[in-house]
């Protein structure tokens, strides 16, 4: 049984900072890549962040480059999303998404952790 669960969301100061943690199970994580994706209130989902399954290349979203670092340990299965300098913009839910292109195709989907940046 698949399970992705996100955690370390919360209430935040703008310029402070989080980390996102995905723990996941029920598959072999070390095959699929990994993204970190969010959805604000009235906006559609964007992609924030994207991982190879060996951990070698990153992609970011132009909107957090310089601010947001992601991570995989694949021997803790786990992705992590390092977010330094929040601003109020990054307000949404963050979800974790688990894929490979080969295969079954296989697509997996946490249930999102909420992240706000309020003063």
Known sequence: QVHLVESGGGLVQPGGSLRLSCAASGFTFSSYAMSWYRQAP?????????????GGSTTYAD????????????????VYLQMNSLKP???AVYYCKADRTWGDRSTYWGQGTQVTVSS
């Open 42 to 54: 009235g906006k559609e989902r964007e992609l924030v962040a994207r991982i190879t399954s060996y």
């Open 63 to 78: 909107s957090v480059k310089g601010r947001f670092t992601i991570s995989r340990d694949n021997a803790k299965n786990t």
């Open 89 to 91: 913009e990054d307000t």
